[in-house]
Protein backbone atom coordinates (compact mmCIF):
# COMPACT_ATOMS: atom_id res chain seq x y z
CA UNK A 1 0.00 0.00 0.00
CA UNK A 2 1.58 3.06 -0.80
CA UNK A 3 1.97 6.12 1.23
CA UNK A 4 -1.33 8.49 0.55
CA UNK A 5 -3.04 5.33 0.84
CA UNK A 6 -2.10 4.54 4.33
CA UNK A 7 -2.00 8.08 5.30
CA UNK A 8 -6.19 7.90 4.35
CA UNK A 9 -6.87 4.49 5.36
CA UNK A 10 -4.41 2.31 7.34
CA UNK A 11 -5.59 1.09 11.26
CA UNK A 12 -8.95 3.11 10.38
CA UNK A 13 -12.43 1.00 9.77
CA UNK A 14 -15.83 2.01 9.88
CA UNK A 15 -17.19 2.02 13.26
CA UNK A 16 -18.85 -1.35 13.47
CA UNK A 17 -22.07 -0.22 15.17
CA UNK A 18 -23.36 2.82 12.78
CA UNK A 19 -20.92 2.84 9.60
CA UNK A 20 -19.19 5.91 10.72
CA UNK A 21 -16.17 6.31 8.30
CA UNK A 22 -14.80 9.00 10.55
CA UNK A 23 -13.39 7.01 14.15
CA UNK A 24 -15.87 7.74 16.58
CA UNK A 25 -14.24 10.01 19.71
CA UNK A 26 -14.78 8.14 23.02
CA UNK A 27 -15.04 10.21 25.42
CA UNK A 28 -15.26 8.01 28.25
CA UNK A 29 -13.60 7.04 31.54
CA UNK A 30 -13.84 3.78 32.33
CA UNK A 31 -15.46 0.82 30.20
CA UNK A 32 -18.54 -1.53 31.84
CA UNK A 33 -16.98 -5.14 32.03
CA UNK A 34 -19.17 -8.23 31.34
CA UNK A 35 -17.91 -9.92 34.05
CA UNK A 36 -14.20 -10.53 36.28
CA UNK A 37 -11.51 -10.42 33.90
CA UNK A 38 -13.68 -10.17 30.60
CA UNK A 39 -14.27 -7.01 28.82
CA UNK A 40 -14.02 -5.76 25.43
CA UNK A 41 -10.37 -4.60 24.99
CA UNK A 42 -11.16 -2.07 27.26
CA UNK A 43 -10.92 -1.00 30.98
CA UNK A 44 -9.50 2.32 31.84
CA UNK A 45 -8.89 4.93 29.46
CA UNK A 46 -5.50 6.55 30.92
CA UNK A 47 -4.08 2.71 29.61
CA UNK A 48 -5.97 2.49 26.39
CA UNK A 49 -8.68 4.08 24.94
CA UNK A 50 -10.42 3.13 21.26
CA UNK A 51 -9.73 6.84 19.70
CA UNK A 52 -6.19 6.57 20.48
CA UNK A 53 -5.63 2.98 19.29
CA UNK A 54 -6.86 3.94 16.15
CA UNK A 55 -4.28 6.42 16.12
CA UNK A 56 -0.96 3.89 17.31
CA UNK A 57 -2.27 1.85 14.60
CA UNK A 58 -2.11 4.58 11.71
CA UNK A 59 1.47 6.41 13.26
CA UNK A 60 2.77 2.09 13.19
CA UNK A 61 1.54 1.58 9.10
CA UNK A 62 2.87 5.16 8.54
CA UNK A 63 6.28 4.49 9.73
CA UNK A 64 6.59 1.05 8.69
CA UNK A 65 6.60 0.19 12.22
CA UNK A 66 4.84 -2.48 14.39
CA UNK A 67 3.81 -1.12 17.45
CA UNK A 68 2.72 2.94 17.83
CA UNK A 69 1.84 5.11 21.74
CA UNK A 70 0.74 8.18 21.83
CA UNK A 71 1.08 10.98 24.42
CA UNK A 72 0.03 14.17 25.26
CA UNK A 73 3.12 15.93 24.02
CA UNK A 74 6.36 15.35 22.20
CA UNK A 75 7.70 15.97 25.86
CA UNK A 76 6.09 13.43 27.24
CA UNK A 77 6.68 10.83 24.97
CA UNK A 78 10.57 11.67 25.28
CA UNK A 79 9.84 11.68 28.83
CA UNK A 80 8.34 7.92 28.40
CA UNK A 81 11.44 6.96 26.40
CA UNK A 82 14.24 8.43 28.87
CA UNK A 83 12.11 6.34 31.37
CA UNK A 84 13.72 3.70 29.94
CA UNK A 85 17.16 4.60 31.82
CA UNK A 86 18.32 3.78 35.09
CA UNK A 87 20.68 6.49 37.37
CA UNK A 88 24.38 6.77 36.25
CA UNK A 89 23.33 6.11 32.89
CA UNK A 90 25.06 7.99 29.82
CA UNK A 91 22.93 9.22 27.16
CA UNK A 92 24.30 10.85 24.07
CA UNK A 93 22.02 13.11 21.72
CA UNK A 94 22.60 15.66 19.39
CA UNK A 95 23.84 19.09 20.33
CA UNK A 96 21.59 20.80 17.89
CA UNK A 97 17.95 19.20 19.24
CA UNK A 98 14.83 21.50 19.72
CA UNK A 99 15.38 23.20 22.99
CA UNK A 100 12.98 21.58 25.08
CA UNK A 101 14.64 18.35 24.63
CA UNK A 102 17.63 20.60 25.86
CA UNK A 103 15.72 21.35 29.02
CA UNK A 104 14.55 18.07 29.85
CA UNK A 105 17.81 16.07 29.89
CA UNK A 106 19.94 19.19 31.40
CA UNK A 107 17.70 21.12 33.48
CA UNK A 108 14.94 18.05 34.67
CA UNK A 109 16.53 14.77 34.18
CA UNK A 110 20.13 15.70 35.71
CA UNK A 111 18.99 15.34 39.20
CA UNK A 112 18.02 11.87 38.65
CA UNK A 113 21.94 10.90 37.94
CA UNK A 114 21.43 10.57 34.07
CA UNK A 115 24.14 12.20 32.41
CA UNK A 116 23.23 14.19 28.77
CA UNK A 117 25.96 14.68 26.59
CA UNK A 118 25.32 17.10 23.61
CA UNK A 119 27.12 16.64 20.59
CA UNK A 120 27.52 16.98 16.97
CA UNK A 121 26.09 14.03 15.70
CA UNK A 122 26.80 15.16 12.20
CA UNK A 123 30.49 13.44 12.40
CA UNK A 124 30.23 10.26 13.21
CA UNK A 125 34.34 10.47 14.50
CA UNK A 126 32.62 13.09 17.50
CA UNK A 127 30.01 10.88 18.10
CA UNK A 128 31.86 7.40 18.55
CA UNK A 129 34.32 9.23 20.82
CA UNK A 130 31.49 10.55 23.62
CA UNK A 131 30.28 7.07 23.96
CA UNK A 132 31.64 5.61 27.35
CA UNK A 133 30.93 2.14 29.12
CA UNK A 134 27.67 3.23 30.90
CA UNK A 135 26.14 4.99 27.93
CA UNK A 136 22.99 3.54 26.78
CA UNK A 137 21.18 6.16 24.09
CA UNK A 138 22.03 7.96 21.17
CA UNK A 139 19.06 10.24 20.31
CA UNK A 140 19.21 12.23 17.27
CA UNK A 141 17.39 15.13 15.35
CA UNK A 142 17.78 15.22 11.98
CA UNK A 143 17.09 17.26 10.37
CA UNK A 144 17.62 19.15 13.34
CA UNK A 145 15.93 22.26 14.84
CA UNK A 146 17.17 24.98 14.30
CA UNK A 147 19.82 25.14 11.44
CA UNK A 148 18.58 22.05 9.70
CA UNK A 149 21.70 19.48 10.29
CA UNK A 150 21.67 16.03 9.23
CA UNK A 151 22.83 13.28 11.02
CA UNK A 152 23.92 10.30 8.62
CA UNK A 153 21.22 7.18 10.03
CA UNK A 154 22.96 4.57 8.50
CA UNK A 155 26.24 4.85 10.22
CA UNK A 156 24.81 5.70 13.52
CA UNK A 157 22.41 2.29 13.17
CA UNK A 158 26.16 0.69 12.23
CA UNK A 159 28.01 2.35 16.00
CA UNK A 160 24.68 1.47 18.00
CA UNK A 161 24.25 -1.53 16.90
CA UNK A 162 28.00 -2.84 17.25
CA UNK A 163 27.92 -1.20 21.48
CA UNK A 164 24.17 -2.49 21.81
CA UNK A 165 23.08 1.04 22.18
CA UNK A 166 19.01 2.27 21.74
CA UNK A 167 18.92 4.47 18.91
CA UNK A 168 16.19 6.88 18.80
CA UNK A 169 14.97 9.27 16.29
CA UNK A 170 13.46 12.73 16.39
CA UNK A 171 11.29 12.69 12.76
CA UNK A 172 9.02 15.37 13.60
CA UNK A 173 10.69 17.57 10.76
CA UNK A 174 10.83 14.83 7.63
CA UNK A 175 7.66 13.39 8.60
CA UNK A 176 7.55 9.72 7.98
CA UNK A 177 6.25 11.02 4.46
CA UNK A 178 9.33 12.17 4.09
CA UNK A 179 12.01 10.00 6.24
CA UNK A 180 11.84 6.31 7.54
CA UNK A 181 14.74 5.73 10.21
CA UNK A 182 12.69 2.49 11.27
CA UNK A 183 13.75 0.98 7.58
CA UNK A 184 17.32 2.64 8.47
CA UNK A 185 17.29 -0.08 11.21
CA UNK A 186 16.81 3.20 14.15
CA UNK A 187 15.13 1.32 17.30
CA UNK A 188 12.50 4.28 18.45
CA UNK A 189 11.10 6.89 16.25
CA UNK A 190 9.26 10.14 18.39
CA UNK A 191 6.80 12.70 16.58
CA UNK A 192 5.62 15.77 17.99
CA UNK A 193 2.60 15.46 16.45
CA UNK A 194 1.16 18.71 17.11
CA UNK A 195 3.33 19.33 14.51
CA UNK A 196 3.34 18.29 10.59
CA UNK A 197 1.38 15.05 11.58
CA UNK A 198 -1.85 17.17 13.28
CA UNK A 199 -0.97 19.70 10.24
CA UNK A 200 -3.53 22.52 11.73
CA UNK A 201 -2.21 24.21 14.74
CA UNK A 202 -4.66 23.09 16.82
CA UNK A 203 -4.12 20.04 19.38
CA UNK A 204 -1.02 19.20 21.16
CA UNK A 205 0.46 15.06 20.96
CA UNK A 206 3.59 12.97 21.07
CA UNK A 207 3.59 9.84 18.69
CA UNK A 208 6.49 6.59 19.26
CA UNK A 209 6.72 4.10 17.03
CA UNK A 210 8.81 1.19 17.25
CA UNK A 211 8.95 -2.63 16.29
CA UNK A 212 10.50 -4.42 19.33
CA UNK A 213 7.54 -5.85 21.19
CA UNK A 214 9.55 -6.52 24.48
CA UNK A 215 9.95 -2.46 24.02
CA UNK A 216 6.95 -1.55 23.41
CA UNK A 217 5.46 -3.65 26.65
CA UNK A 218 7.74 -1.79 28.49
CA UNK A 219 6.94 1.86 27.44
CA UNK A 220 3.38 1.02 27.29
CA UNK A 221 4.30 0.02 31.30
CA UNK A 222 5.65 3.44 31.42
CA UNK A 223 2.73 5.30 29.58
CA UNK A 224 -0.26 3.37 31.80
CA UNK A 225 2.75 4.33 35.16
CA UNK A 226 3.21 7.70 34.45
CA UNK A 227 0.15 8.89 32.67
CA UNK A 228 0.89 11.18 29.95
CA UNK A 229 -1.90 9.73 27.57
CA UNK A 230 -3.31 11.21 24.50
CA UNK A 231 -6.54 12.87 25.26
CA UNK A 232 -9.29 10.95 22.79
CA UNK A 233 -10.48 14.25 21.24
CA UNK A 234 -6.70 15.26 20.32
CA UNK A 235 -6.44 11.48 19.31
CA UNK A 236 -9.38 12.28 16.51
CA UNK A 237 -7.83 15.71 15.87
CA UNK A 238 -4.38 14.20 14.67
CA UNK A 239 -6.33 11.17 12.47
CA UNK A 240 -8.21 13.79 10.38
CA UNK A 241 -4.67 15.61 10.03
CA UNK A 242 -2.45 12.59 8.87
CA UNK A 243 -4.82 11.47 6.21
CA UNK A 244 -4.12 14.98 4.22
CA UNK A 245 -0.13 14.92 5.33
CA UNK A 246 0.80 13.93 2.15
CA UNK A 247 -0.44 16.90 0.08
CA UNK A 248 0.40 19.07 2.77
CA UNK A 249 3.92 17.38 2.62
CA UNK A 250 4.30 18.27 -1.17
CA UNK A 251 3.34 22.01 -1.00
CA UNK A 252 5.86 22.89 2.02
CA UNK A 253 8.35 21.29 0.67
CA UNK A 254 7.81 23.08 -2.91
CA UNK A 255 7.19 26.42 -1.11
CA UNK A 256 10.39 25.66 1.19
CA UNK A 257 12.53 25.53 -1.60
CA UNK A 258 11.63 28.36 -3.84
CA UNK A 259 11.77 30.63 -0.23
CA UNK A 260 14.99 29.32 0.53
CA UNK A 261 16.47 29.70 -2.66
CA UNK A 262 14.88 33.65 -3.03
CA UNK A 263 16.70 33.89 1.00
CA UNK A 264 20.05 32.74 -0.36
CA UNK A 265 20.28 35.13 -2.94
CA UNK A 266 19.36 38.34 -0.32
CA UNK A 267 22.44 40.22 0.77
CA UNK A 268 21.05 40.99 4.06
CA UNK A 269 20.88 37.36 4.74
CA UNK A 270 24.40 35.64 6.05
CA UNK A 271 23.37 32.28 6.10
CA UNK A 272 20.77 30.05 4.80
CA UNK A 273 19.82 26.58 6.59
CA UNK A 274 17.92 24.17 4.16
CA UNK A 275 18.82 20.90 3.10
CA UNK A 276 17.89 21.36 -0.24
CA UNK A 277 19.89 24.14 -1.03
CA UNK A 278 23.22 22.71 -3.13
CA UNK A 279 25.11 24.60 -0.54
CA UNK A 280 24.08 22.88 2.71
CA UNK A 281 27.04 20.61 4.14
CA UNK A 282 25.31 17.37 4.30
CA UNK A 283 23.23 18.14 0.88
CA UNK A 284 24.29 14.63 -0.86
CA UNK A 285 23.43 12.67 2.29
CA UNK A 286 19.89 14.32 3.00
CA UNK A 287 19.41 13.64 -0.71
CA UNK A 288 19.83 9.73 0.04
CA UNK A 289 18.01 9.31 3.48
CA UNK A 290 14.83 11.83 2.52
CA UNK A 291 12.18 11.90 0.11
CA UNK A 292 12.49 15.69 0.13
CA UNK A 293 13.49 18.35 2.26
CA UNK A 294 10.32 19.51 4.07
CA UNK A 295 9.39 22.91 5.00
CA UNK A 296 11.59 24.20 7.28
CA UNK A 297 14.46 27.17 7.15
CA UNK A 298 16.98 28.94 9.19
CA UNK A 299 18.37 32.46 8.13
CA UNK A 300 20.74 34.03 10.17
CA UNK A 301 20.38 38.50 9.67
CA UNK A 302 23.45 38.90 11.46
CA UNK A 303 22.35 40.39 14.39
CA UNK A 304 19.22 40.88 17.08
CA UNK A 305 18.25 43.96 16.14
CA UNK A 306 18.07 42.72 12.46
CA UNK A 307 15.79 39.93 13.54
CA UNK A 308 14.09 41.85 15.51
CA UNK A 309 12.92 44.59 12.79
CA UNK A 310 12.01 41.69 10.58
CA UNK A 311 9.95 39.63 12.63
CA UNK A 312 8.56 42.95 13.77
CA UNK A 313 7.66 44.05 9.92
CA UNK A 314 5.85 40.48 8.36
CA UNK A 315 2.52 40.50 8.15
CA UNK A 316 1.40 37.10 6.27
CA UNK A 317 3.93 34.96 8.37
CA UNK A 318 2.81 34.50 12.03
CA UNK A 319 5.29 35.13 14.80
CA UNK A 320 4.80 32.09 16.90
CA UNK A 321 5.78 29.66 18.60
CA UNK A 322 5.52 25.71 16.91
CA UNK A 323 5.67 25.10 13.37
CA UNK A 324 3.80 22.42 11.15
CA UNK A 325 0.78 23.90 10.52
CA UNK A 326 -0.83 25.41 6.88
CA UNK A 327 0.06 29.06 8.01
CA UNK A 328 3.36 29.72 7.87
CA UNK A 329 5.04 31.11 11.05
CA UNK A 330 8.30 32.38 12.18
CA UNK A 331 10.24 32.37 15.47
CA UNK A 332 13.32 33.54 16.96
CA UNK A 333 14.99 30.80 18.56
CA UNK A 334 17.53 32.45 20.69
CA UNK A 335 14.30 34.19 22.82
CA UNK A 336 11.78 31.66 22.17
CA UNK A 337 12.26 28.02 21.26
CA UNK A 338 15.99 27.60 23.15
CA UNK A 339 16.03 30.33 25.40
CA UNK A 340 16.87 28.12 27.72
CA UNK A 341 20.25 27.29 26.23
CA UNK A 342 22.75 29.02 27.78
CA UNK A 343 24.50 31.84 25.41
CA UNK A 344 27.79 30.29 24.91
CA UNK A 345 26.10 27.03 23.74
CA UNK A 346 23.55 28.37 21.29
CA UNK A 347 26.12 30.11 19.76
CA UNK A 348 28.15 26.92 19.07
CA UNK A 349 25.78 25.19 17.73
CA UNK A 350 24.88 28.27 15.36
CA UNK A 351 21.85 29.29 16.90
CA UNK A 352 22.92 33.31 17.09
CA UNK A 353 20.86 36.17 17.93
CA UNK A 354 19.87 37.09 14.31
CA UNK A 355 18.70 33.61 13.45
CA UNK A 356 15.23 33.08 12.22
CA UNK A 357 13.33 30.00 11.82
CA UNK A 358 10.79 29.59 9.25
CA UNK A 359 7.88 27.10 9.09
CA UNK A 360 6.81 27.72 5.38
CA UNK A 361 2.97 27.10 5.50
CA UNK A 362 1.03 26.17 2.40
CA UNK A 363 -0.65 29.65 1.31
CA UNK A 364 0.37 31.12 -2.12
CA UNK A 365 4.17 31.44 -2.69
CA UNK A 366 3.99 34.50 -4.07
CA UNK A 367 2.00 36.21 -1.29
CA UNK A 368 4.86 34.67 1.39
CA UNK A 369 7.65 35.66 -1.12
CA UNK A 370 5.88 39.55 -1.19
CA UNK A 371 5.46 39.05 2.87
CA UNK A 372 9.29 38.40 3.15
CA UNK A 373 10.65 40.66 0.81
CA UNK A 374 9.09 43.49 2.25
CA UNK A 375 10.47 42.65 5.57
CA UNK A 376 13.38 42.69 4.75
CA UNK A 377 13.58 46.08 3.36
CA UNK A 378 13.09 47.70 6.78
CA UNK A 379 16.62 46.12 8.28
Same mark, same amino acid.
Given at each position: ??????????????????????????????????????????????????????????????????????????????????????????????????????????????????????????????? +???????????????????????????????????? +???????????????????????????????????????????????????????????? +????????????????????????????????????????????????????????????????????????????????????????????????????????????????????????????????????????????????????????????
Amino acid at each position: MAFSTKAVHAGIEPDPTTGSIMTPIHLTSTYVQEELGKNKGYEYSRVSNPTRTVLERSIAALENGTEGLAFASGMAAETAIFHLLQAGDHVVVSHNVYGGTYRLGKLVLNSFNLDFEFVDTTDIRTL +KAALKPNTRMVFIETPTNPTMEITDLAAVVKLCRAR +KLISIVDNTFATPYLQNPLDMGIDIVVHSATKYLNGHSDMLGGLIVLKDKALAERLRFIQ +KSTGGILSPFDAWQCLRGIKTLAVRMDRHTMNAMEIALFLNKQRKVKRVNYPGLISHPQHRLAQKQMRGFGGMISFDLGSLDNARKFLKSVRLCALAESLGGVETLISHPATMTHASVPVEERERIGVTDGLVRISVGIEDLEDLLADLKQALAKI
